[in-house]
């Protein structure tokens, strides 16, 4: 008895789909000639345009999973990887963990070269021990030492996700991307890539110092063609040995409508509903289709709408009152405010990728199911009195003093 159940346990391929935040695909849809341009910069050093990257585009698109993937293939190409998040303490991060770490990892010959730049203490085996106090500690002089010692051998890709616009983590940003910029200016080789919302990065934009990102290439994340969510269903099947029917592909694509996360999650239920079989049918799609987009509501659409203003959320509610696309008109209407001001929130939800121009004087939901998710929330606000569970009928007691 037990043994059958090992060897069935055994027998189950594991699931080759990887939904969840940062989760880097098998196969990653999309977004090949991008690759292919910056793949080739890690192997030649030679940047052209590629100085700098930024990266836009909605929760769950595939921002972090793009950024996972560059940085493997960098290290592949022998480069040296910083990778941080925009939040407070960047640059303390990089220069007191990261770059020592980096140090330490590198070939004993390149550690030799940087105890010519004294900046850095050595021990006898050329480890690192500590900053040198006497000089002034700069990222920009740490990148460019770090960048001559790989010499040909490679450069530095650093790359900065989650960048959000508060004001706080912008100054600081913009301080990095100012040591960044001068590295630049004195030949180091660099590669800098910032992720975030377009919004965010247009405001990272407009900061001081950060001119210099404006020639950056820029990498938009919206769904996946038609043809490339095929492409990954079939493909990550595949790498767990499996093939997928042709109706229950129709039905896997047609309800991840190409949004990366739904892909992910709709693959991974389709797949678990009958692990053993050697494909995956109609029946495991239909299955599927419930589960994910469930999952796909209080996973991603949640945060999405809950990373909004009030304002947007308010130009959000007064679209989903319709089905399909909405007059931008009747927009004006519902939220009973100017045609200009609606026009500036329309250009800031279209910028971010949340909505797009549906002709002339229509906008449309950009992000499957977010209209689907508002309606059921306003309509169970409704239900429960402004959405606080029924308990303004029952204020709490005051407290005997
Ligand atoms: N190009 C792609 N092809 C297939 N699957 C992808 C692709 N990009 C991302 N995914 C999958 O989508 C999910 C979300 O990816 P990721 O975390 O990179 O999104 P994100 O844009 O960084 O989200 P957030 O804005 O919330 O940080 C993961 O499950 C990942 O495996
Ligand atoms: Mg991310």
Redesign the pocket.
Known sequence: MNNDLEVKMADTAPSPF????????A?????GAEFTELRAVFDTLDFGENHSVLVS??????????I?TLQDDARDAGWLVISDDASAGLMGRVMDSTIPALINAMTRESRARLTSFGIWEFNAEIEYVNRHRTVKPQLRSDLVALSSALGASGGILITI??VSSGKVRLRELSRFALQISHALEDGAQIMVVF?G?KVSLDALLAEEHTTFLRRSREVE?ER?SAG?TRR?FIETAAIGGRRIDEDALTRLVSLSQGY??L???AGDYAWRNNPNAPTITLADATIAHDKAIKAVESR?IS?VYGDLSDVDQKFLNAMAEDDDRTKVADIVKRMDVSDAYVQVYKKRLIDSGYVHAAGHGYVQFSLPYLGAYIRRQLAAEARDGGGTGGWDAYPAPELPS
Do not use: C, M, N, W
């Open positions: 990887t939904p969840g935040y940062g989760k880097k695909p196969i990653f849809g999309g977004h585009g909605l929760r769950g698109a595939g921002k972090t999973s793009f996972t996700d989650e992720a919302v994340f996946l490339e990954v990366p996360y892909v992910q999650l991603v945060r």
